[in-house]
């Protein structure tokens, strides 16, 4: 059964980085388009960053577009999201979460992705 693990989450004060790290097991997604979303309290699950199958195309929301990069590892079954100049608002829940289907571009649209991790907690401080 395949499973996405995230890791690297936590308390960080405002102006921080922190380097989200997603494992990926029970089979392979080196062909499949992966992203991330967060969900604050109280608020909506939304997407972070997507990329496609082989790391040639990424997808931002706007508010995180210059201080994340979202990249991969296909080797190592990975995507990882780097997160820079934290600001409080980005306190979350965040989720690493794939596609089924083969190949395509970058999808932002929850109902596009099939597989969903645990999410890792990650706190900025003022």
């Known amino acids: 059964q395949a499973q996405l693990v995230e890791s690297g989450g936590g308390l960080v004060q405002a102006g921080g980085s922190l380097r989200l790290s997603c494992a990926a097991s029970g089979r392979t997604f080196s062909e499949n388009a992966m992203g991330w979303f967060r969900q604050a309290p109280g608020k909506e699950r939304e997407f972070v960053a997507g990329?496609?199958?082989?790391?040639?195309?990424?997808y931002y929301l706007v508010s995180v577009k210059g201080r994340f990069t979202i990249s991969r590892d296909n080797a190592k079954n990975t995507i990882y999201l780097q997160m820079n100049s934290l600001e409080p608002e980005d306190t979350a829940v965040y989720y690493c979460?794939?596609?089924?289907?083969?190949?395509?571009?970058?999808?932002?649209?929850?109902?596009?992705?099939?597989?969903w991790g645990q999410g890792t907690q990650v706190t900025v401080s003022s």
């Open positions: 979460t794939a596609r089924t289907a083969l190949f395509g571009n970058v999808y932002y649209a929850s109902r596009d992705y099939d597989y």
């Open positions: 990329i496609n199958w082989s790391g040639s195309s990424t």
